[in-house]
Nanobody, 114 residues
Framework: QVQLVESGGGLVQPGGSLRLSCAAS????????VGWYRQAPEKQRELVAALLPNGDTRYGDSVKGRFTISRDIRANTVALKMDSLKPDDTAMYYCSARIGVTYWGQGTQVTVSS
C-alpha cells in the first residue's frame, strides 16, 4: 500500500522561502521518477519539478532558478526547496512517484501573500 505525505506548506511573504517534504511508504523513491506538481484553483495541474532515477532534473519554466528538487535515499523522502517565492506560486502542491502508475499525496497548501 503506497502512501505519500507532503508537509512544509504554509503562508509566506513574497520573496520568502519554504521547504516542502514528501515522505513515502510502500514505495522506494530511489528507483523511479519522483516529482512535485501544483494546482491553483480553476487551473490545470502543472509540473513544478521532477527528479529521475539517474539524478537528472526537470523544472517548470516558471520556477527555474528558484526551486530545487532533491531526494534523500536514507529517509525515503523527496524535498522541494522554494526560494524567491511569488504570489503566483500560491497553489496546492502535490508529491508524486511513478512505478508503472503514478501515485499522489494529499497535497500541502502554499500561500504567498501579496
Amino acid at each position: 500500500q503506497v502512501q505519500l505525505v507532503e508537509s512544509g506548506g504554509g503562508l509566506v511573504q513574497p520573496g520568502g522561502s519554504l521547504r516542502l517534504s514528501c515522505a513515502a511508504s510502500g514505495i522506494f523513491l530511489g528507483r523511479n521518477t519522483v516529482g512535485w506538481y501544483r494546482q491553483a484553483p480553476e487551473k490545470q495541474r502543472e509540473l513544478v519539478a521532477a527528479l529521475l532515477p539517474n539524478g537528472d532534473t526537470r523544472y517548470g519554466d516558471s520556477v527555474k532558478g528558484r526551486f530545487t528538487i532533491s531526494r534523500d535515499i536514507r529517509a525515503n523522502t523527496v524535498a522541494l526547496k522554494m526560494d524567491s517565492l511569488k504570489p503566483d506560486d500560491t497553489a496546492m502542491y502535490y508529491c508524486s512517484a511513478r512505478i508503472g502508475v503514478t501515485y499522489w499525496g494529499q497535497g500541502t497548501q502554499v500561500t504567498v501573500s501579496s
